[in-house]
């Protein structure tokens, strides 16, 4: 039994973060949890769902501010390239006007809707956004780097998509499938990296930055066709990039399923719904 600050601090400490992320909250607080339902988006109808089947509190993964509250998270992209290689400047170009947009399209969001039911339902109710992406981020990375380092040089797109879809079986379980969206499946994948858990996905930008400064391959969870379609007629001052799409729902059930065995072992009993996959 947790009570959700519980819940909250136990989520932080899987990845070693000191604050809730800015994408993250508890809208009601709660004690004593013993029975959950977790969904990666959840509505009202949710809600009033769990309060009529006796759960103790509601957790979701989607944020529900647009950007207005949960920008900073953006910048996460920043520290993930830079890690990889990118240049501090190069990387901050690539970002920062993404999040002047997000900040001004969360001007027209209504923030309140889905926690004001909450509210007044009395429902333990949070949403834990960046901690489930960052921890499905690492399981991803984990699985492309122990294929490269299996097969070595020769490792090719359809390797790391079979590796994926061997290691997850929430990958067996979503309708999207692991896609590869720019390259071919026998190109070499050479330098990959996961690039999630930094809001949402970087767009043509981070991607073609990426690739400019020694990144072959790049996964993302998601990618707008338009941003692609940019992307794809960039030119990036090499042969080319290749990106791999592993899909979202899968993606993001791969991290909040980590946070759900964490969650379990402090004897919260987790019913998933609303696109959270099992494992
Ligand atoms: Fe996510
Ligand atoms: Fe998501």
């Known amino acids: 039994m947790l009570s959700t600050d519980q819940m909250m601090q136990l989520a932080n400490q899987l ?3 000191e604050q809730t992320p800015a994408d993250s909250a508890i809208f009601v607080a709660g004690q004593n949890i013993q029975r959950a339902l977790f969904g990666v988006d959840i509505n009202s109808a949710h809600l009033l769902l769990a309060k009529q089947l006796g759960f103790d509190a509601v957790i979701a ?3 529900y501010d647009r950007g207005l509250l949960s920008w900073p998270v953006y910048l996460k992209h920043i520290d993930l390239m830079v890690k ?9 170009a690539a970002v920062l006007p993404r999040i002047e947009m997000l900040r001004q399209a969360g001007h027209s969001v209504n923030n309140d809707e889905v926690p004001s039911t909450a509210r007044l339902l009395g429902i333990p109710f949070l949403n834990v956004h960046n901690v489930c992406d960052e921890l499905g981020r690492r399981e991803l990375q984990r699985v492309v780097d122990e294929t490269i380092a ?3 040089e020769d490792t090719l797109l359809d390797d790391i998509v079979g590796a994926l879809n061997q290691s997850f079986g929430e990958f067996g379980h979503a309708a999207a499938r692991v896609e590869v969206m720019l390259g071919e499946t026998d190109d070499y994948a050479g330098k990959t990296v996961v690039a999630h858990g ?3 996905n970087g767009g043509a930008a981070v991607a073609a930055a990426y690739f400019r400064h020694g990144v072959d391959t790049l996964l993302y969870i998601h990618i707008q066709p338009e941003e692609l379609k940019k992307l ?13 799409v592993v899909g979202h729902l899968a993606a993001d059930s791969i991290g ?5 065995r964490e969650l379990e072992k402090q004897g919260v009993e987790v019913t998933r719904c609303s696109g959270a996959l099992e494992p």
């Open 198 to 200: 930094a809001y949402t």
């Open 15 to 17: 990845i070693g973060a």
């Open 61 to 63: 993964h989607h944020p």
């Open 256 to 260: 909040m399923n980590v946070y759900i």
């Open 232 to 244: 794809k007629d960039m030119d990036y001052g090499r042969e080319k990039g290749r990106l791999i």
């Open 84 to 92: 990889a290689g990118v240049p501090q400047a190069a990387a901050e």
């Open 150 to 152: 299996r097969n070595g």
